[in-house]
């Protein structure tokens, strides 16, 4: 591979933040090793992105060099001090990471990624409920920042506290109402709560995300569940009943397409299309 | 073998191993399976990689029970048991996801095991599985006794993990979840079961 296209490999990577380290470190190692004076000022975005994936290898030796870089040509960066401190905490010194935070946020009060290194940090030992009360805390003074509003989702959701992640996940929808996963998402948190009610709300939201991607299987499953699921209620009416069994058969055909052309010619998905096909039939059944 | 005891395959083992590997940020969960008749030891034979995310949320692993339930009618084989592996490496307690889901499969199977893999044991060189098992015992589960868990050929079961590595074949399982962002990937793992069979030697009858 040439330089040019593995610096555009790593720019891609990088605006689209994927976190795919291994072929970063591959590709970034080499590039920093056999052409760094070709990169010109580029070079210095690169030791960013290398160091971090190689930390994500325990590449400690990779990450090290790139920080020496990096502090070298930025000796009082707050930037490079937060390089620092992640590096500490893939060593697990927890405690020196957060001694490097704190005085970020001594100099610079504002600094939002020193804060959420702070509650990374607390994640990573385990402190869920800690970590989900200084999320909250970050949150009323930084209301717009969606990466923060889906972390405190995820907590919520391993807390089972459904009710909460459902608020995380409304804001999230209000800010992004083209973002087919969060409402895919939020159908699934409203599924898992259960009762009618949340059932009939899941299954709007699946039939939301599906109108933003109609190829986004979980909410076609969803739909399907929940759909067949409210036509079992003895509570319903018979329209509603009706209006849901047709809602159901519409996405089992979906999904049953979506099978067939996924499963032709592979020989081994024959299984999982066997698979979906039977299930199909068995709830079809449950149901009428 | 004889009651209460377990027999862990190096299929499952494998498999297991390459999964909560695949996804070392997150937690994952999975079933055992067993293709040998009920009663007397249990036999782990094969393992369905299942979740990296949203493990508590209901839908998605109610659908994949229900598929993997259909599958095993297909294919003569039970589901015994429940694995799953935490993203905190260092704590390897059993979640309520996890009791949950144990208990759901404990309903129709008496013997059932909830296995919850160690990730402080998961470094090159362990001696030691890192695995912790439970059983259901006076209406709660209770960690199994080390001893009456059987790993046959347990050097054998990690220079087979290790050679799955060095050749780049770890990447090929697909649990559930990654076969739902793209289908026409295969949950059963044919591929990579088929991989694992030739490198386990015909000679101790591991399945």
Known sequence: ?288 | MSMGEVELSCLAYAKMYLHASQFPRCSVNGLLLSSSAAGGAVCITDCVPLLHTHLSLAPITQLALTQVDVWCSQTQQRIVGYYQANACASDSSPTPCALKIAEKIFEQCNNAVLLMIDGEKMFPGCRVPPIVMYERKDARWALKDKHTIMLRQWEETCSIVNQLFSSGDQALLVDFDSHLDDITKDWTNQKLNAKIMELVSPANGNV
């Not at chain 1, 040439?2 to 072929?23: P, T, Y």
């Not at chain 1, 005085?103 to 030992?125: E, G, V, Y």
Request: with cysteine; proline share 1%.
């Open chain 1, 1 to 288: 591979m040439n330089i040019e296209k593995m610096r555009d490999k790593l720019r891609k990577w990088r605006e689209e933040n994927f976190r795919n380290s291994e072929q970063i470190v591959d590709v970034g190692e080499e590039l920093i090793n056999e052409h760094a004076s070709k990169l010109g000022d580029d070079i210095w975005i690169i030791y960013e992105q290398v160091m971090i994936a190689a930390l994500d290898c325990s590449r400690d030796d990779l990450a090290w060099s790139c920080l020496q870089e990096l502090k070298r040509q930025f000796p009082d960066s707050h930037r490079v001090k937060r390089l620092a401190g992640m590096r500490l905490e893939a060593l697990e010194r927890y405690e020196d990471a957060n001694k490097l935070y704190d005085s970020i946020l001594q100099d610079d009060p504002t600094n939002t990624a020193a804060r959420k290194r702070k509650i990374s940090i607390l994640r990573a030992q385990g402190k869920s409920s800690e970590a989900i009360r200084e999320l909250n805390e970050y949150l009323e003074q930084f209301v717009g920042d969606q990466e923060a509003w889906h972390e405190l989702s995820e907590l919520y959701i391993n807390e089972h506290d459904y009710a909460k992640a459902a608020f995380c996940l409304e804001e999230l929808m209000m800010t992004n109402p083209h973002n087919h996963l969060y409402c895919e998402q939020y159908g699934e948190v409203k599924y898992t709560q259960g009762g009618l009610e949340n059932l009939e709300l899941a299954r709007k939201y699946f039939a939301q995300a599906l109108k933003l991607n109609n190829r986004n299987m979980r909410a076609l499953f969803g739909l399907y569940m929940s759909a067949s699921h409210v036509a079992a209620s003895p509570k319903v009416s018979a329209k509603v009943k009706k209006d849901n069994v047709k809602y159901a058969a519409w996405a089992a055909s979906q999904i049953s397409r979506a099978y067939q052309m996924a499963g032709r010619g592979k020989k081994e998905n024959k299984c999982s299309v066997k698979a979906v096909e039977e299930m199909l039939e068995s709830m079809q059944i449950t149901m009428s």
